[in-house]
């Protein structure tokens, strides 16, 4: 049985069956001729010669060829064992430098079975975050990731939080230091959704993060065709039926905004608080080509279902009416269809009266 094992293990360093037997022979031997290596080994003595070089590079063996006849010696096996490892760890940094050159971009899909690597994956994207997160997890996780959280706020990243579970109706995050910009609170246990810029994303299922051992699987995504699909799931399907528990100050104005969204949510703020804003947007017709060109008007309406109170015709409406010039203009953000203008970019001011 001893024997077996170690020929497993030593076949998993890479060496062959006839290279183990003969190894072991030497090793049972301490030190001896080829010939005797060869008949106990059971293999000619040109290939004790050779297989002794290969092993002798390999740090295994020691081969006197000053002696005649020549003598072959096995190393201590702690030698063995220290030189390896050394090897083992010079390889570490090189394979993780190859790693680290495939860019998260181009690893599309990665299967997560482990609660601790699903909360490594968040902490990640979150560090990555530009312009938008939309997170739903477990309250009773929050902690574990709640200074990565404050972090991506401080960047000025516009983070939506949503807190699952019975333990959500326990935390308090209606202060100065939020964990987010709006956060909402639902003691169902709905699924983990979480993206980052539409460029990054994790789906889990709830119980993966709620108990360590609950045998389930998570899925991070790296593919911007797919990630969208999880941020309209987010506002469409939990983010309306939680409670908002909190929601930040929109940041001064005036202030310019590459994330359409990041703009309605500032916008539908200040019209909440009866400040009347102007926006400049750099935006093109959405029912013909006719290329981006910049309009400026007042904000006379925000169309969302971000913050309280929702006005949106669907979940994941986010538009801004402007009075442009006496007409009445609505923008949309990329990709839109129903509104006038898709609008790439977006600037807010404090409007003059």
């Not at 022979?25 to 005797?36: F, M, R, V």
């Not at 000053?66 to 490892?85: D, F, G, K, M, Y």
């Not at 971009?105 to 994207?125: D, G, L, W």
């Not at 005036?254 to 400040?275: G, I, K, L």
Request: proline share 5%; charged share 30%.
């Amino acid at each position: 049985m001893e024997d077996t094992s170690l020929t497993d293990r030593l076949e998993r360093l890479g060496l062959s069956e006839k290279e183990i037997d003969t190894y072991l022979s030497i090793l049972d031997h301490g030190e001896a001729k080829a010939s005797t290596i060869a008949d106990d080994a059971g293999v000619s003595k040109r290939y004790v010669y050779s297989v002794s070089e290969q092993l002798e590079d390999r740090g295994f063996v020691d081969v006197n060829d000053h002696a005649v006849p020549t003598l072959i010696r096995a190393n201590p096996p702690e030698e063995v064992v220290e030189r390896l490892s050394a090897e083992l760890s010079s390889l570490g940094p090189d394979l993780a430098a190859r790693w680290n050159r495939v860019t998260e971009e181009r690893r599309e899909f990665e299967i997560i079975k482990a609660q601790s690597t699903v909360v490594k994956r968040i902490r990640e994207f979150l560090a990555s975050a530009e312009d938008e997160v939309t997170l739903s997890v477990p309250a009773k996780l929050l902690p574990e990731i709640e200074d990565e959280l404050r972090e991506t706020v401080d960047r000025n990243v516009l983070v939506f939080l949503l807190l699952t579970g019975d333990e959500s109706t326990a935390v308090d995050v209606a202060s100065d230091v939020a964990p987010a910009s709006v956060v909402r609170v639902w003691t169902e246990r709905a699924p983990v959704l979480f993206s980052v810029d539409t460029q990054l994303g994790l789906f889990a299922p709830y119980e993966l993060l709620a108990r360590s051992n609950a045998g389930q699987q998570a899925v991070a995504i790296a593919q911007e065709q797919l990630v969208p699909i999880l941020t309209g799931s987010f506002f469409g399907n939990y983010w309306p039926i939680a409670e908002e528990a909190h929601v930040a100050d929109p940041e001064p104005l005036p202030t310019d905004y590459q994330s359409f969204r990041h703009a309605v949510f500032a916008a539908t703020r200040y019209q909440n608080q009866d400040e009347p804003i102007v926006a400049t947007v750099d935006a093109r017709p959405v029912k013909d080509d006719d290329g981006y060109r910049e309009l400026t008007g007042r904000v006379v309406d925000v169309r969302q279902g971000l913050v309280n109170p929702p006005n949106s015709r669907f979940a994941v409406e986010n538009a801004l009416v402007l009075d442009v010039d006496g007409d009445r203009v609505t923008v949309g953000g990329p990709g839109a269809f129903l509104e006038d203008y898709e609008a790439r970019g977006v600037t807010l001011e404090h409007a003059d009266d």
